[in-house]
């Protein structure tokens, strides 16, 4: 493999050098193949490079790498179309006749490879297939944006929400987006397509007082509930351990997807610096978590492993999984306290809506904001404030009763 600028003969007769450079190498059939490449020299001598590691997967008879083959399709269509010719790429073409089964199989692979979680990925492909088999669609070149028009419209009949509709839409051109980038597509046919305006409903907290009950009340509660999926599987979590959920959700800030991860390891139980550590790998903003816990949170988890004895790899909520669904546990443990499911504006109550509690409480307690968003673990001091603290009640009655007290009979 060499680059050079050959000579050539202008009008006038005489030698000049090409702008661009030219690559000479010998392809994957031992045939000699020359190119024009790129004026710039660092842009040939990659080309180059990328070139030879072409050959080797084409000589080897191995699939090509994605992100190899997504570069060669970034590349100007004069570069494409000789190595297509060569027989080094594969033709843009030759995809259209390939099923969407197939492609939507890869798909999946590549958002696995990605490091997208199992239920990300199903839920997406799941959103794929559902618009696929409505539209009949059979390979790439059935794709079209009117269909998915009528899809989205059919979803509206059937009153499902902006949100819903509006995952399905990013599903469909995400994987379109997919196709286009690994060369399968020449353009993406649903790009243009705008989400719709969704409103989402403002999450309620709880008063501390009511936080309280809420704990005790659960404790006592008998009820377990139980998931039924698919398979059939029962899913249980008895009053005492959804109790100690809602208290860890409730007093750390833990997100639902993040309590799931907890191992009895992450808990460090001493009396000077109780923590929760949770590894960038398990967190939403994928940094590592250094969590503070309360006194009392700490001594209840002490008994609590105690009774239980786990071993240290052990789920800290044995029997929460992915496919549990805390928010209407906690809306049925509300009605058993005879607590509102509704916050005093309004607001529902769910599950995320402890982390909104253990923020607020935070943001009424005097505590710096800084320290607040610290704990949030958030970047902006502004989604910790505006969006998920919230003014209490009480906390406003008490500024009003410091402002100055004026005599009534002052007018009279």
């Known amino acids: 493999m060499r680059f050079f600028k050959p000579l050539y003969k202008n009008q006038n007769g005489q030698k000049k050098r090409t702008i661009r450079f030219y690559l000479d190498f010998v392809d994957h059939a031992s045939r000699r193949r020359r190119m024009p490449a790129f004026e710039s020299q660092t842009k040939t001598e990659i080309l180059s490079k990328k070139i030879k590691e072409l050959i080797f997967f084409v000589y080897q008879s191995e699939p090509l790498d994605?992100?190899?083959?997504?570069?060669?399709?970034?590349?100007?269509?004069?570069?494409?179309?000789?190595?297509?010719?060569w027989g080094l790429l594969p033709k843009q073409e030759s995809f259209d006749d390939i099923s969407l089964v197939k492609n939507v199989a890869d798909y999946q692979t590549s958002l696995r490879a990605g490091g997208k979680s199992e239920t990300h990925i199903q839920g997406t492909v799941n959103r794929i297939r559902a618009i696929i088999n409505f539209c009949g669609w059979k390979t790439i070149?059935?794709?079209?944006?009117?269909?998915?028009?009528?899809?989205?419209?059919?979803?509206?009949?059937?009153?499902?929400?902006?949100?819903?509709?509006?995952?399905?839409?990013?599903?469909?051109?995400?994987?379109?987006?997919?196709?286009?980038?690994?060369?399968?597509?020449?353009?993406?046919?649903?790009?243009?397509?705008?989400?719709?305006?969704?409103?989402?409903?403002?999450?309620?907290?709880?008063?501390?007082?009511?936080?309280?009950?809420?704990?005790?009340?659960?404790?006592?509660?008998?009820?377990?509930?139980?998931?039924?999926?698919?398979?059939?599987?029962?899913?249980?979590?008895?009053?005492?351990?959804?109790?100690?959920?809602?208290?860890?959700?409730?007093?750390?800030?833990?997100?639902?997807?993040?309590?799931?991860?907890?191992?009895?390891?992450?808990?460090i139980l001493n009396e000077n610096n109780p923590a929760i550590l949770l590894d960038g790998s398990r967190t939403k903003n994928h940094r590592n978590a250094v969590q503070p816990i309360p006194n009392g949170l700490c001594r209840m988890l002490f008994c609590w492993k105690q009774t239980l004895n786990?071993?240290?790899?052990?789920?800290?909520?044995?029997?929460?999984?992915?496919?549990?669904?805390?928010?209407?546990?906690?809306?049925?443990?509300?009605?058993?306290?005879?607590?509102?499911?509704?916050?005093?504006?309004?607001?529902?109550?769910?599950?995320?809506?402890?982390?909104?509690?253990?923020?607020?409480?935070?943001?009424?307690?005097?505590?710096?904001?800084?320290?607040?968003?610290?704990?949030?673990?958030?970047?902006?001091?502004?989604?910790?404030?505006?969006?998920?603290a919230k003014v209490l009640p009480e906390i406003q009655k008490q500024a009003v009763r410091s402002l100055p007290d004026i005599n009534p009979l002052l007018l009279y």
């Open 66 to 85: 994605g992100l190899l083959l997504r570069w060669f399709f970034s590349q100007p269509q004069r570069i494409q179309r000789k190595l297509e010719n």
């Open 310 to 388: 786990p071993g240290s790899d052990e789920p800290l909520f044995h029997n929460f999984t992915e496919h549990g669904r805390p928010s209407e546990w906690i809306r049925e443990d509300l009605k058993a306290a005879n607590l509102p499911t509704k916050d005093y504006e309004g607001r529902k109550i769910d599950f995320h809506s402890l982390r909104g509690s253990y923020i607020t409480f935070l943001a009424n307690s005097q505590t710096p904001v800084r320290v607040t968003q610290e704990l949030a673990r958030h970047s902006n001091p502004a989604l910790t404030m505006n969006v998920y």
């Open 141 to 267: 070149k059935d794709i079209e944006a009117f269909g998915v028009d009528r899809y989205l419209q059919n979803l509206r009949t059937a009153n499902r929400s902006a949100t819903t509709i509006n995952h399905y839409q990013a599903a469909l051109r995400a994987f379109c987006g997919w196709l286009k980038r690994y060369g399968r597509m020449q353009n993406n046919p649903v790009d243009f397509m705008n989400k719709l305006k969704t409103h989402p409903a403002q999450r309620g907290i709880l008063t501390a007082e009511q936080f309280r009950t809420l704990i005790e009340k659960t404790v006592d509660n008998k009820q377990e509930f139980y998931e039924i999926r698919r398979k059939k599987l029962k899913f249980q979590l008895s009053g005492p351990s959804r109790a100690t959920l809602y208290l860890v959700a409730g007093l750390t800030g833990f997100r639902r997807g993040e309590l799931l991860s907890m191992r009895w390891s992450d808990v």
